[in-house]
């Protein structure tokens, strides 16, 4: 697979063998678009563009559609992201009890920007609207743990749950 962006793709030989297997299964399936996708991400752990460039060719449609799908759908990841995905909610709940100096300090503390991954992938970082725990306020989450009425001060302990 040729590179098509500026941003490094670290893609093998084999993902992309089971990424064809893949959208030859599903290009003839009415609404197999999505799908594909899905399972591309779970291949790739995101859709950078060689992925998306691959996908239209295969389910024969255009670019633009499969990029739109991916920028459109908060599921879908255009970037690599980190072992542990870090996302704190910047909904109104949230920010008014100070997650803005929450997310503030995780980016400090991680080195890295909204949409970031550490140079060792190990952490990535998002900011997310609301994910409906506004009773927990403010409200962070690494992978599928909910960390609830924290402050900045807490982040430190709660990274350090994660060195392994």
């Known amino acids: 697979m040729k590179k098509i962006s500026n941003i490094p ?23 197999g678009l999505m799908p594909a996708m899905q399972q591309a991400q779970d291949i790739y752990g995101y859709l950078p563009r060689e992925v998306q460039v691959i996908i239209a060719e295969e389910m024969g449609v255009s670019l633009s559609e499969v990029y739109g799908i991916a920028t459109f759908y908060a599921q879908f990841a255009l970037s690599p992201k980190g072992k542990y995905k870090v996302a704190v909610c910047l909904g109104t709940a949230c920010y008014v009890k100070g997650s803005g100096e929450l997310f503030d300090e995780l980016s400090k503390q991680l080195g890295i920007e909204n949409g970031g991954v550490t140079p060792d992938k190990k952490f990535s970082l998002d900011a997310t609207r609301c994910i409906g725990c506004c009773g927990l306020a403010p409200v962070m989450t690494i992978n599928d743990e909910v960390y609830g009425k924290i402050t900045a001060k807490d982040v430190s302990r709660i990274l350090a749950e994660y060195n392994d």
């Open 9 to 31: 793709f670290d893609g093998t030989p084999e993902q992309e063998a089971a990424l064809r297997a893949v959208l030859a299964k599903l290009k003839d399936l009415p609404g």
